[in-house]
């Protein structure tokens, strides 16, 4: 998925005004009103903050793909919350390496974070996406005690396609048919928070008047062709009661995210809590540059100490 972030804004142009007699003149022309300057924005490389190690470690293998999880472990002994992302890429692209500033910062506020790369569409087709990440927190658990984490506190965040899926992880806590035939099946993959950022969460009403190609080749079908696909990934369909606390982060100049606002909307009625972030002048994708990587670590932080405490020493 190609950014927004590197387009420049226009030159305007001067338009001067010539003398006429009055009878002769047009009717005058209200001035333009000036284009609204954008903010200017940063890119930002990785580089593994101070204290932390940085390791990765694979989670499946499978002839196409090796399932891995890029860490971010804290020097310091102790128990920490943990934090796992879920890269963008219109499910085709791999965007770890995109995703290492914001997942870097957030360590820094007292978490072990991840980033998962999952199978790709062209990879594997749907639920492949879906079935690695529950694997990844399954890793998780299972090697809390060597990645220094409270394997009863974790949460997810992800944008874009991420978002997507963090939608579908959280919503389908708990449901056995997402969990797909990866490793460490004895433990839980469920999460107690998550950040949808800048993701469509009703996948059927985003694609069942067109045909999308990157939904075609996530799904391998169209709407037309396999409509139950579509709504079985659709986090907006398994919205229901126990669901985790799950709020929204969105850019300004990006585009509607189909059904967000019905799935809060859901969420809201159940009592689950939920929240909408509009980050102002942000395009798509906002975490991967500066000014917003660093509002939505705050944001981050601030959602998951409250919902998964700040470490144990």
Known sequence: M?????????????????????????PATPAATPAKPKVPWKRIMPSTPAGFTLVTKDVAVYP???????????????????????????????????????????????????????????????PAAINDCKAAVRYLRAHAEELKIDPERIGIMGGSAGGHLTGLMAMTNGLPEYEGDGPNREQSSAVKAAIVMAGSQDLVAANKDKSNPGAVAFFGAT??????????????????????????????????????????????????????????????????S???????VDIASAFFKKHLGEPKF
């Not at 085709?92 to 290492?100: F, G, L, S």
């Not at 579509?230 to 398994?238: D, I, K, V």
């Not at 969420?267 to 975490?287: M, Q, V, Y």
């Open 223 to 288: 709407y037309q062709e396999k409509p139950e696909i579509y709504e079985q990934a659709s986090p907006l369909q398994h919205v229901r009661a126990g669901a985790p606390p799950t709020i929204f982060i969105e850019g300004e100049r990006d585009t509607l995210k189909i059904g967000r606002a019905e799935m809060q909307e859901k969420l809201g009625a159940l009592g689950i809590e939920t929240e909408l972030h509009t980050l102002k002048d942000a395009p798509h994708p906002f975490w991967m």
């Open 64 to 126: 196409e793909h090796t399932v891995t999880l890029t860490l971010y472990v804290p020097e310091k002994a102790g128990k920490y919350p943990a934090v796992m992302d879920i890269h963008g890429g219109g499910w085709k692209d791999r965007q770890v390496e995109q995703d290492k500033p914001m997942m870097e910062r957030l360590a820094t506020h007292g978490f072990v974070t991840g980033i998962v790369a999952y199978r790709l569409s062209g990879e594997a087709k749907y």
């Open 2 to 26: 190609k950014s927004l972030l590197f387009t420049s804004l226009a030159t305007a142009t001067l338009v001067c005004a010539f003398t006429a007699p009055l009878s002769a003149q047009a």
């Open 290 to 296: 500066q000014p917003w990587c660093d509002e939505v």
